[in-house]
């Protein structure tokens, strides 16, 4: 078994690799994923090994990228498409939501789009304004989307390839300020025993409260988790991984063993992924519920300026302290 | 007049164009007209940039297109009636504009691909699509029922010039396939009006496809409105000249001539087959109906300006060119009347039929892979519908 110690964006780096390597229909595409090998070198060198035909540098229009890479679909192609970042993704939406969305669902299922929209999404890297949005709800809410998001380098490598295998067409969440976090990555497991794409992970058991999360929350609620060990609390942690479908049957055997839990994200709160979460918890588990279902995530503000990221942000002693009010209902 | 507009797009003052009054060889113009509105032929007309266009039809083929723009201007014309009746929610006919669509539409061969917005009627027939197609869709009973790949013409699109992009894409493709540069190479064109020329979509669409050399032609149906909006609304510029500020050429037809559209869209699709590039053509024409079934043109443009352009009809310039090169006899309009009669009731007669969907066919090809979220919904819903008593669900 070739393991190998990667950081997230590595792992991400070799899955694609792999994904070209296995299907010459496979072309990532998008602004600098070229020569530079992407803003955050995701791509690193995968044009000079593949040729510009398959790791295309594209001119600087989001729509373009999108709309081009759909007619690329129609032709039998499977594009992986790059946008920079998260508050970039905007002059693509129209294509996204209107256009790759509902082509298989409008031809009556004769059309595929088999595509996979990379975004490096949320904050904590102090960068400027549109550069640290956590977009996911605007997709998980558009039917004919799957909204994925991974969160470890295991997962970041053989999430990224199943995507690109899956006949979906797929919105990738990188978590941009855990790319250079490192873990074991399994590089020759076959992607047919991986975990799947679709599902949520218990990523740490435990009996008195359910914290869920995903993408850079993740590590955030471990050390949560960990943190309130030393309160004598043991908590699950629940990483969801697949936000459109969500995979709530993990989450709702968790908490009716539980009988509590947290939602933690990045994104604003209002309409965000945890409403929905608190929602459906409380339609499945409502007898098992010790307290109401709640959220700790970012404000309904615009993302601020960058020294004041750490208050928007959930942070470990937000998430302590959404697990204390939960303890104390 | 507007601007820098040689052809006039001032609202009711459009002044003739050049080549409309010449006979003969035209020695360069900035309109390509092969039939003028008399119905008097144009041997070959040489755009500014020397290209020469003509056309050398068969008597066979000359009737062929004037039945295709009988047949496509009668089916409309009962898709028309049929939205009045409330059999369709809505209509968006192609009235004034079949010569545009009849034109490039046979210029296509079987390998080139189409991308439509909702207006292509005349197009899809081109394409042998059963003309009911789009009516399921202006019914309301599916999104548009045909088999894009199989016919190669995409289903319609509705958000303005979003398709550009997807032809874009899809002539990249068929240049990463290697399958430009001969003969039997592909093409592919992107259908869109004067309208989507100002959509970002439009004009990123004209750059990739620059960038990339793609083999696309984008064929706008210059019909001078979006909606209410006039073409000094979208342009101060002729939309032809902007393909020069991409890179590539942009030529004007007469888009009430079959005869020049035809050339002119052969011509940028051989270019484009043969590893040329994209083309942008310009078809000079006007909506003679409303936008859609739902707007009044009389609010927002003049009846002098109408009856202008239905001196420049389509189909008249060429019966009349036919009846008078002896081409066609009284027989054969009759026949071909008749022809476009009995198609549309035997189209009046199925779209009554159409039966509305399943309402569990709702919940199908969401997703490829399915969806355990949509799959609960449709049990969901087969079993609240089979709760109803006498439920056949």
Redesign the interface.
């Known amino acids: 078994m070739a393991t190998e110690t990667l950081t997230l964006g590595k792992a991400i780096n070799r899955g694609l690799r792999r994904a070209l390597e296995h299907d010459p229909k496979v072309v990532i595409m998008g602004e600098d994923v070229g020569k530079l090998g992407g803003v955050f070198r995701i791509t690193d060198g995968l044009q000079k090994d593949f040729g510009e035909n398959r790791v295309i540098d594209t001119p600087l229009a989001e729509s373009g990228i999108i709309g081009t890479a759909v007619g690329l679909s129609i032709r039998g192609y499977r594009p992986i498409c790059e946008i920079q970042f998260d508050g970039f993704v905007y002059p693509a939406y129209d294509q996204i939501v209107s256009q790759v969305a509902k082509m298989h669902y409008r031809s009556q299922g004769k059309v595929r789009v088999p595509m996979v929209i990379r975004i490096p999404f949320g904050g904590g890297i102090g960068a400027v304004e549109h550069h640290s949005e956590s977009p996911e709800a605007y997709f998980a809410h558009t039917a004919g989307l799957k909204v994925v998001a991974c969160s470890s380098p295991q997962d970041a490598y053989t999430m990224i390839q199943q995507a690109v295998a899956s006949d979906d067409p797929i919105v990738f969440l990188e978590p941009k300020r855990r790319y250079h976090e490192k873990g074991q990555v399994d590089l020759d497991a076959p992607l047919g025993d991986a975990y799947p794409l679709h599902a949520a992970r218990v990523v740490r058991p435990g009996r008195d409260a359910t914290l869920l999360a995903y993408g850079p929350m993740v590590r955030t609620a471990m050390e949560a988790a960990s943190a309130a060990e030393e309160d004598g609390r043991d908590l699950e942690v629940i990483d969801l991984r697949t936000l459109s479908p969500l995979d709530l049957g993990p989450v709702y055997e968790s908490v009716k063993r539980t009988g509590r839990c947290v939602v933690v994200h990045e994104a604003p709160g209002n309409l965000g992924l945890g409403s929905e979460i608190a929602a459906r918890i409380t339609e499945e588990c409502f007898y098992s519920l010790e307290a109401p279902v709640l959220r700790v995530t970012g404000f309904d503000t615009p993302y601020p300026a960058a020294r004041l990221e750490e208050d928007y942000l959930p942070n470990l002693d937000r998430v302590l302290d959404g697990v204390d009010r939960t303890f104390g209902w | 007049m507007a601007k820098g507009d040689p052809a006039g797009t001032a609202r009711g003052r459009r002044a003739t164009p050049r080549s409309a009054r010449s006979g003969g060889k035209s020695p360069g113009t900035d309109l390509v007209q092969l039939l003028t509105p008399e119905g008097d032929r144009i041997d070959k007309v040489t755009w500014s940039d020397g290209t020469e266009y003509s056309v050398d039809f068969t008597d066979e083929e000359y009737r062929g297109l004037y039945r295709d723009l009988v047949l496509v201007r009668r089916l409309d014309a009962e898709a028309t009636a049929l939205q009045r009746q409330g059999e369709l929610g809505i209509w968006a006919s192609l009235l004034g504009q079949e010569a545009a669509q009849v034109g490039s539409g046979r210029a296509l061969r079987p390998q080139d691909m189409a991308?439509p917005t909702y207006r292509e009627h005349g197009v899809l027939y081109c394409r042998g699509i059963d003309p009911i197609m789009p009516l399921g869709l202006f019914r309301g009973v599916?999104?548009?029922?045909w088999?894009?790949?199989e016919f190669k013409f995409?289903?319609y699109?509705i958000?303005i010039g979003?398709q550009?992009?997807?032809?874009?894409?899809?002539?990249?493709?068929?240049n990463?396939?290697g399958r430009t540069g001969t003969d039997d190479g592909e093409a592919v064109i992107a259908y869109f009006g004067d309208g989507a020329s100002a959509q970002?979509?439009v004009n990123?669409?004209f750059?990739?496809s620059a960038?990339f050399n793609a083999p696309v032609v984008f064929f706008c149906q210059n019909n001078q409105y979006a909606i209410s909006e006039p073409l000094e609304r979208q342009t101060r510029i002729p939309l032809y000249q902007r393909a020069a500020g991409f890179g590539f050429p942009g030529v004007r037809v007469d888009g009430n001539d079959v005869l020049a559209t035809y050339a002119v869209t052969r011509a940028a699709l051989d270019n484009a087959r043969h590893g040329q590039g994209p083309t942008l053509i310009e078809a000079y024409t006007y909506r003679m109906g409303a936008h859609t079934t739902t707007d009044d043109p009389t609010r927002y443009r003049i009846a002098s300006e109408v009856e202008a352009w239905q001196a420049k009809d389509p189909i008249a310039r060429v019966k009349a060119f036919l009846t008078r090169q002896g081409i066609a006899d009284d027989a054969f309009l009759a026949e071909v009347e008749e022809q476009a009669k009995q198609e549309a009731l035997r189209l009046r007669e199925r779209v009554l039929e159409m039966p509305d969907p399943e309402p569990l066919t709702l919940f199908?090809?969401?997703?490829?892979?399915g969806?355990?979220?949509?799959d609960a919904q449709r049990e969901f819903t087969a079993r609240y519908l089979d709760s109803f008593e006498g439920s056949v669900h």
Do not use: R
Request: glycine share 12%; proline share 7%.
């Open positions: 991308f599916d999104l548009g029922g088999d894009p790949n995409n289903m699109t958000v979003a550009t992009l997807h032809a874009t894409g899809y002539a990249m493709g068929v990463m396939d970002g979509d990123e669409a750059i990739w960038v199908d090809n969401v997703f490829p892979n969806s355990p979220e949509v």
